[in-house]
């Protein structure tokens, strides 16, 4: 088969990867791709958005399967486009990926057919959003209803945080038209788990579990970033857990989009807090999560083109999802001043120490080759250096060792990721 991933992050790496692993791969093109990719598959200057060039290059090139990684082409509908020149796409149509591309959509599904989530009001002009703040419950969530690159979401512990983060949002747009709308959510504590899941409209397959580490700095401290790290499986998503999941959640929402005339092909991550009062689920995502794709693929033992296929095809129930029994950390290697602002182009050194180590992975998110073929840090997320292990102990462990074979000016992680393994588990 010849392949087309669409993206140029991390996760995109982290598909690639799989990918290339699979028999049925003849050929393997990533548009536009970055310079860890192109170790694994032709990349092609053809940007995410593009859709037209992506179909024509498809076209032109036999592709017989599209991939679409990220979440801003599927909410503006690339998989709609690509098939409408005929293309065979993985990833939900822009009815489905609705699910992610506004909050409000995802809170009112939840509150109709019943999905534990926490409780909310949405708004559309500031004035009554700051009405609202002055009686509601401190602390509070604000939320951007459209994407905005993970960074959307506003954890306010005072009234005067909050109405700081309705003028944010709303009044200086600091997300552009994510913010013309907002909800605002009730305060919800306790153990945040990503789960992933593969759906083909009617059937959902659970992955493994993983958990994020989303704030920049150690001790959760800082900025709101895209993921500073994860860690998979998660020791607090017990069987219970598991088990109230699959019955008042994952197959629920599978339903309620397939009752609402928007059935889901893809991936469905569900972002969970285990609260007191059971499982909430805190967001949904339309795609591969990232960092969490990082530590998730590298655990899973199936051909993952079977999987796609079986999604599209509507046959996952033949599927069985296989997973190693191991764990896997990853901690991101970015560039300091992330998220905010940060400097680009440093050479990054010591790559070539941890190629083809058993165990090892680097993928790479914001990387590009110089004009001497060389590799520099072109974003504010630059590696995600992968590690596995019999235990999630071990796994971080050498995780953190392999970060020291690699170098670049700039170079900012935390140095916390999974440290509640140690702590609480």
């Known amino acids: 088969m010849k392949i087309l991933i669409v993206g140029s992050g991390g996760r995109e790496h982290a598909i690639a990867w799989k990918v290339a692993q ?4 003849e050929e393997l093109y990533c548009a536009p791709g970055n310079a860890g990719i192109a170790e694994c598959a032709k990349c092609v200057d053809i940007g995410v958005m593009e859709f037209d060039k992506l179909a024509d290059f498809a076209q032109e090139n036999k592709i017989d399967l599209v991939i679409v ?39 009112d599904l939840m509150k109709k057919y019943q999905i534990p989530t926490a409780a909310y009001e949405t708004f559309d002009s500031p004035e009554a959003a700051l009405a609202y703040i002055e009686t509601a419950p401190i602390p509070i969530v604000l939320k951007a209803d459209g994407l905005a690159l993970g960074k959307g979401v506003l954890i306010c512990k005072t009234r ?29 504590t306790g153990r945040e788990v990503s789960v992933l899941s593969f759906v083909d409209g009617d059937t959902i397959k659970i992955m493994t579990s993983a958990q994020d580490h989303k704030r920049a700095g150690d001790g959760d401290t800082g900025l709101n970033t895209g993921g500073m790290g994860t860690f998979s499986p998660s020791p607090f998503y017990t069987e219970a ?155 971080r462990a050498n995780a953190y060792a392999a970060t020291e074979y690699i170098e670049f000016d700039n170079k900012y992680m935390r140095h916390d990721i999974g440290k509640a393994i140690d702590e609480e588990a």
């Open 22 to 25: 699979s028999p049925k791969t």
């Open 241 to 395: 857990i598991d088990a109230f999941c699959r019955e008042h959640i994952y197959q629920k929402t599978v339903d309620a989009m397939k009752a609402e005339g928007r059935p889901f092909k893809g991936v469905i991550f569900f972002g969970l807090m285990l609260t007191e009062k059971g499982p909430r689920v805190l967001e949904y995502n339309a795609r591969f999560g990232d960092p969490e794709t990082q530590v998730v693929l590298p655990r899973m033992k199936n051909d993952i083109v079977d999987v796609f296929e079986a999604c599209i095809d509507g046959t996952l129930d033949q599927i069985d999802l296989e997973f190693e029994d191991n764990a896997a950390v990853c901690v991101v290697l970015a560039s300091e001043g992330y998220p905010v602002k940060y400097e680009k182009g440093y050479p990054i050194k010591g790559l070539e120490k941890l190629k083809g180590k058993d165990g090892y992975y680097v993928f790479h998110a914001g990387t590009k080759f110089d004009k001497d073929g060389g590799i520099v840090t072109n974003g504010g997320r630059v590696l995600g250096v992968t590690a596995t292990g019999k235990t999630l102990q071990e796994a």
């Open 160 to 188: 005067e945080e909050a109405r700081e983060g309705v003028k944010t949002l709303m009044m200086d747009r600091q997300f552009g038209s994510a913010g013309d709308k907002i909800v605002i959510e009730e305060f919800m």
């Open 69 to 107: 990684g990220p979440d801003d082409p599927l909410a503006a509908g690339a998989v709609d486009a690509l098939e409408a020149r005929g293309l065979r796409v993985f990833g939900p149509r822009k009815n489905a990926a609705i699910l992610e591309g506004s909050k409000a959509f995802a809170k």
